[in-house]
């Protein structure tokens, strides 16, 4: 159930507000240098049937954008809030993901200190690559697909596999085992949060010489060019305090 309280009416009825924050990579500037950056905070009324609002953050730092959305239901009593990031911004950087965190720090101290932490309930983003455009979650999914005797089973008998298992199922069992996210679940757990992938839409798949990673397997000792699955199109997690 969402919390209702004055301060979160005031803040949906603000139409446009910013919060100045220092440089997050005030390391990469000579230490003379001022800068400032800001997360800009944006609310749209949306006409959809069960979401009431949009509340935007974005921020910029050289060549990366960042910006999350929340979500606000309609019907708080029985709808929490939506926190996602995904196309057509979200992330866009090519950095990698440990690089872009003072970003995304940033951003979510400032979801926090406006809605309580408990309201959310489901993260949605896009595909794990447009987060870490590096492709290391991608590429621990498919290093464990190539060990997984469910994707095989998939792989060469669907749809009469045996274990009666959907590809997005197998999916999504492989990249909670292995943590592919992890360096985004550590991020929510310094605020108290967990998440975990609950279901996805869009199983990727190819074979291995077709990936722009596939060097980097080949270096971890994956060789051969056997079909994997290493992303999904929507990606949907459950949030849950941290006990």
Same mark, same amino acid.
């Given at each position: 159930m969402i919390l209702k309280s004055s301060r979160t009416v005031l803040l949906l009825s603000v139409v446009f507000t910013s919060v100045v924050i220092l440089d997050p990579f005030a390391d990469d500037i000579p230490l003379h240098a001022t800068h400032s950056r800001e997360v800009i905070r944006n609310v749209r009324n949306d006409s959809d049937q069960y979401i009431k609002q949009v509340v935007t953050y974005v921020i910029e730092k050289d060549q990366c954008k960042i910006m999350w959305e929340v979500q606000v239901p309609r019907d708080p009593e029985n709808y929490n809030m939506t926190l996602r990031t995904r196309y057509p911004i979200?992330?866009?950087? !090519?950095?990698?993901?440990?690089?872009?965190?003072?970003?995304?720090r940033l951003i979510f101290d400032?979801?926090?200190?406006? +809605?309580?932490?408990?309201?959310?309930?489901?993260?949605?983003?896009?595909?794990?690559?447009?987060?870490?455009?590096?492709?290391? +979650?991608?590429?621990?999914?498919?290093?464990?697909?190539?060990?997984?005797?469910? +994707?095989?089973? +998939?792989?060469?008998?669907?749809?009469?596999?045996?274990?009666?298992?959907?590809? !997005?199922?197998?999916?999504?069992?492989l990249t909670n085992t292995v943590l592919a996210y992890r360096e985004l679940a550590s991020l929510f757990n310094e605020y108290g949060l967990k998440i975990r992938l609950d279901s996805v839409e869009k199983v990727l798949s190819t074979k291995l010489k077709n990936l722009p990673f596939f060097e980097e397997l080949r270096r971890l000792g994956l060789d051969g060019n056997t079909r994997v699955i290493y992303d999904a199109g929507m990606n949907y997690f459950t949030i849950s305090e941290l006990h």
């Open positions: 979200g992330v866009e950087c !090519n950095q990698p993901f440990h690089k872009q965190l003072p970003l995304h400032t979801i926090f200190q406006e +809605w309580n932490k408990t309201q959310f309930s489901l993260l949605f983003t896009g595909p794990l690559a447009r987060i870490e455009p590096k492709h290391t +979650w991608n590429a621990r999914i498919a290093m464990a697909s190539t060990r997984s005797s469910d +994707w095989k089973d +998939w792989r060469t008998k669907y749809p009469n596999q045996r274990s009666g298992k959907s590809l !997005n199922q197998i999916f999504v069992e």
